[in-house]
């Protein structure tokens, strides 16, 4: 027996060895990828392979008989392919309920009654009724009228593979990244085949005369699109099962890698992070940075959670690498999947915080409600002379004055009861065995826990300081009152021994004594001020100017005093806001170098404030003293009238009011206090 040429049996031939070859590659790496797809992908290789070789024996075959035996192959091969095309496209897409029982003998139950046929029965007659072989251009192949049975497969096949095709079209249109590319390929690949396939049947290609099927022809060239899936886009080694269920939406950078240590997969966020990361990329290549990341793809790692500091060359980003195999049935390692998680704001967090506490000058602990120390600052040492690690595990009421136990441990337990803070000064012993004095803030950690953090803070230099400004504030405004009463008293003896050319200098002592006296009272009153738990009252400021300026009338008799107000102004204003009216209105008289002084005085509505304004015709408040509220600094105080706009300005900064100073035309000066208006229910 002779066997004719033909030019399709060297193409069929290629595209029966490629198919061959996939089959015993996806064979010999069945260790990887899900159980399903690999088997199904090793049935679409095998049937094609048998396809094509049979139809290269049937074309070359140089009789009728040959013909029809090598035939019966080429549908043998077609009914499987119609099975295990799409059991790969199902188990591609992880339609996996297609897959069973119930389901999948819809695809199954004809192709394999077609087999059963086709070997019991034979091709002829059960799908060619007077097949005989006909010359076509050189060679000749098989011509045959169609029976029903053919017309009908045909047209079932047809049908599962659109249907197919749609799923892998959706699977491209829905997915991004390397299975977009996958699906796409896989589209043209079987759409390929089948296209070819029917323009053969229909005379569009082919000999003018006789019929040749291009379906399995067309398997060379889907062939090489199926080595490029599985070569670079690892087909068979990661499946897009978890892409689906993962990747969508998902802000954390994602790299999938194979079991051989290669990227098959990344998302959006990875691909901004790791840009060298690429398909197909070693990750040795891939995190060439980043060594641990590499060293848990190829097993060298530990631990399945770890953090990684990625340095992009300016701030440098903080991240957790989660690190997960891909397991599947029948599988041993699939692949791994990294997961990326960005931490940096929690990181820098965390990190000022414990750099805060380190370098807090307070002792900052926590304790549970057996009054251990669980945790306490490194500042301990630095303040009160403990390392940290002889305080914790210790009880906090050994390192209190035994003096002081009994109130630290009340204030201990009601902390724990309580939502709100319990404080108390107390002595603290340091390590050289001297005591220190500490105001502590003890409350709950979190409201459910029952741990309390205790804030303790050195106060010993502070209340030594402040007890001697006491000290040195008492005895010298009653010192210097008691020495300006003397010298004034001598003054006035005086008056009786000098002829008149001395009376211009004892009127001289006279004013300084006056200017001494207001200075003492002026001290006493802005002590009284900064010590005062005063809080805001309701007042008439109206009543409140009015009497004020009676009263200053009174006490300077040479100097004219004028008031307009309405009947009432209620304002919500400090206790001590008397004090700082009453010192502008004197002021205004006292620095006056004129014979006849003049103050004016107003109060009227602003808005939703009160506002007052006193003004005089004296030589006017020195510019370095407006400073107290232009600035709201200390400067050198000049003049006496220094102490007392300290005075006004704290008590009316106190009551939520402003201040400002201005100059009157020709000569005076203009000082206008606004205050807020007392809303209903006011204290």
Not at 452 to 471: P, S
Not at 486 to 493: E, F, N, Q, R
Not at 647 to 659: C, F, Q, Y
Request: proline share 5%.
């Amino acid at each position: 027996m002779t066997w004719q040429p033909t030019p399709y049996t060297v193409p069929l031939l290629v595209a029966a060895v490629a198919s061959f070859g996939f089959t015993v590659y996806a064979v010999g790496n069945r260790s990887r990828g899900g159980h399903a797809l690999l088997w199904s992908f090793v049935g679409v290789a095998g049937t094609a392979g048998v396809w094509a070789l049979a139809y290269a024996a049937q074309l070359s075959a140089p009789a009728l008989g040959p013909a029809l035996f090598f035939n019966r192959f080429v549908w043998f091969a077609s009914a499987g392919l119609a099975v295990a095309w799409p059991a790969f496209v199902f188990s591609y897409v992880d339609r996996t309920a297609w897959l069973g029982r119930r389901r999948f003998p819809l695809f199954w139950a004809v192709p394999a009654a077609v087999a059963v046929a086709v070997w019991t029965v034979g091709v002829d007659p059960l799908f060619y009724v007077d097949p005989a072989l006909v010359d076509a251009d050189g060679y000749r192949v098989l011509e045959y009228t169609p029976t029903a049975a053919l017309l009908g497969f045909v047209g079932y096949t047809y049908a599962v593979n659109l249907f197919t095709f749609a799923v892998l079209a959706y699977a491209a249109v829905a997915r991004d990244g390397v299975f977009r590319r996958q699906a796409a390929v896989l589209f043209v690949a079987g759409v390929a085949p089948m296209a070819f396939g029917a323009a053969g049947i229909s005379g569009v290609i082919g000999p003018e005369n006789g019929v040749v099927d291009f379906t399995p022809v067309a398997f060379g060239g889907t062939s090489a699109l199926l080595a490029w899936l599985v070569f670079r886009y690892r087909l068979l080694d990661v499946s897009p099962v978890a892409r689906d269920a993962v990747f969508a939406n998902l802000s954390d950078a994602v790299v999938v890698c194979d079991a051989d240590g290669r990227v098959v997969d990344r998302n959006d966020p990875a691909e901004a992070l790791f840009p060298e990361a690429e398909i197909g990329v070693e990750v040795g290549e891939a995190f060439d940075d980043l060594p641990t990341v590499a060293d848990a793809v190829t097993g060298e790692g530990s631990d399945d959670e770890f953090r990684v500091t990625l340095d992009g060359g300016g701030a440098p980003q903080f991240l957790t690498v989660d690190v997960h195999d891909i397991t599947g049935p029948g599988t041993t390692r699939g692949g791994i999947v990294l997961l990326f998680r960005d931490i940096t704001e929690r990181e820098t967090l965390q990190r000022r915080y414990r750099a805060l506490i380190e370098k807090s000058p307070n002792v900052i602990a926590v304790c549970g409600e057996d009054g251990l120390v669980r945790y306490v600052s490194p500042s301990i040492e630095r303040l009160i002379g403990h390392r940290p690690n002889e305080i914790e595990g210790r009880p906090v009421i050994d390192l209190v004055h035994p003096e002081d136990r009994r109130e630290a441990q009340h204030a201990f337990e009601r902390a724990f009861d309580s939502d709100e803070p319990q404080s108390l000064t107390h002595r603290i012993a340091r390590g050289d065995g001297s005591w220190r004095l500490f105001e502590t803030v003890i409350e709950r950690l979190f409201e459910d826990a029952r741990e309390v953090v205790i804030t303790a803070t050195d106060v010993t230099e502070a209340r030594r300081y402040e007890q001697r400004l006491q000290v040195l504030n008492r005895v010298l405004r009653h010192d210097l009152k008691n020495d300006t009463n003397v010298i004034g008293g001598y003054a006035d003896l005086l008056r009786d021994h000098v002829d008149e050319e001395g009376d211009p200098y004892l009127d001289v002592i006279d004013r300084k004594v006056g200017t001494l006296t207001h200075l003492s009272d002026q001290a006493r009153e802005i002590d009284v001020a900064l010590h005062s738990d005063a809080a805001r009252t309701e007042i008439d400021l109206a009543a409140l100017v009015v009497r004020l300026c009676q009263s200053l009338e009174s006490s300077f008799p040479h100097a004219t005093v004028s008031v307009t107000a309405p009947e009432s102004a209620v304002v919500a204003a400090d206790e001590l806001l008397e004090s700082a009216i009453r010192n502008v209105l004197e002021n205004a008289v006292v620095h006056n170098d004129g014979d006849d002084p003049h103050v004016e005085a107003t109060v009227v509505a602003d808005g939703d404030r009160f506002r007052v304004d006193v003004a005089d015709d004296g030589p006017g408040i020195p510019p370095v003293e407006r400073t107290v509220f232009s600035e709201a600094r200390e400067t050198a105080l000049e003049h006496a009238s220094g102490l007392g706009l300290w005075l006004v300005h704290w008590i009316i900064t106190e009551s939520g009011g402003d201040v400002e100073i201005a100059t009157r035309e020709p000569t005076g000066t203009v000082v206008q206090m606004w205050l807020p208006r007392a809303t209903e229910g006011s204290d």
